[in-house]
């Protein structure tokens, strides 16, 4: 059997079956993650690869074939991946999530498999986290927005890049379809960014306001102050926090610093009203009134069909879906 570790193995392995690792980078406990197992292993690019099962191995390959292209694409964006190699490993069926952001080595469930590729999101998002999350973490699972929240909002971008905006529009209205009814059906003091988990199981937290309204406050961000100021802003953050853990404060204080002084003469807001969005995105319980504003003609397209369909003006066998994604069919 095989053992597989989230960090480099080490020369000091041998062939009888004894596995040594080496992380020289400090990360958070929740990222040693270690799995034994049949499991084979071929690469996806010079820094990439996937190990998984002799049996589903090549369906791997042919599944996971973007990662390496998706890692350069994520490097453009937030900066130099910081870990070495980024290798894959499928788990068995009964994994419980479709991915896990161990540092080097995301866990991913074969559920990923669709035969398309049309789940490169998962991928995406779990290298995302190389950066938010691995490289900078919350300090506290009360912010557990400041990992999933910037994921979110990296893998959307990353998904732009890859697929076009079109692509990356319907996923984020899909995502906020279903933030709105989370937001609608669970108590208004969970719709804040900044959680008080005192008392409570921290897996309380983990619902889609911090992925989604996560991601909608950076993508409002970017539109206040454009990308030519944020994006750098971005790779700042992640290279002056490395290796570090953070809170709802730091990351306010250092916007504050870095980017809320970089506001375009052509704004039609104040730096202080930009400020108080801030206060108001991160512990308010609703979106705030300047949340972007997100539309697809696609989706639109897709939900006149499906209108018309429903009201017996348009028959099964007349639909037009050849062209559609994945994506249009969640619609």
């Known amino acids: 059997l095989m053992t597989v570790m989230g960090a480099d193995k080490s020369s000091r392995s041998r062939e009888n079956g004894e596995f040594f690792f080496e992380m020289t980078q400090p990360i958070p406990a929740y990222l040693i993650a270690i799995a034994v197992g049949n499991i084979d292993f071929k690469p996806l690019g010079k820094r990439t690869g996937v190990y998984a ?72 998002h779990e290298l995302s986290h190389s950066w938010s999350g691995n490289l900078v973490t919350n300090s506290s699972w009360n912010d557990f927005w400041l990992n999933e929240g910037i994921t979110n909002y990296i893998e959307n971008r990353i998904i732009e890049d890859l697929y076009g905006e079109t692509r990356a529009d319907m996923e984020m209205i899909i995502q906020k379809q279903a933030l709105d009814k989370t937001m609608a059906n669970q108590p208004s003091k969970d719709n804040a960014l900044h ?8 897996e309380n937290g983990a619902t889609n306001v911090a992925y989604v309204k996560g991601a909608l406050f950076l993508k409002t961000l970017e539109e206040t102050f454009g990308r030519n100021r944020f994006d750098p802003f971005l790779r700042s953050y992640f290279k002056h926090f490395a290796f570090k853990s953070v809170s709802s404060e730091d990351f306010v204080e250092f916007l504050k610093s870095n980017l809320l002084t970089q506001l375009p003469e052509s704004s039609k807001v104040s730096s202080q009203e930009v400020l108080s969005s801030i206060h108001e995105w991160i512990y308010g319980s609703d979106l705030p009134a300047n949340a972007a504003k997100l539309d697809s003609s696609a989706l639109d397209a897709v939900k006149q069909q499906a209108d018309r369909w429903v009201e017996n003006q348009l028959s099964t066998s007349k639909l037009q879906t050849a062209s559609w994604s994945a994506v249009e069919w969640v619609q």
């Open 195 to 202: 959680l008080n988990l005192e008392g409570q199981d921290p």
């Open 53 to 124: 099962e002799p049996e589903m191995l090549n369906q791997a390959v042919q599944e996971f074939s973007d990662t390496e292209k998706t890692l350069e694409v994520a490097e453009s964006l937030v900066g130099v991946y910081r870990w070495g190699r980024y290798d894959l490993l499928v788990l068995p069926p009964s994994a419980p999530y479709g991915g896990m952001e161990n540092a080097t080595l995301t866990f991913v469930s074969p559920t990923t498999f669709t035969g398309d590729r049309s789940l490169l999101t998962i991928v995406a």
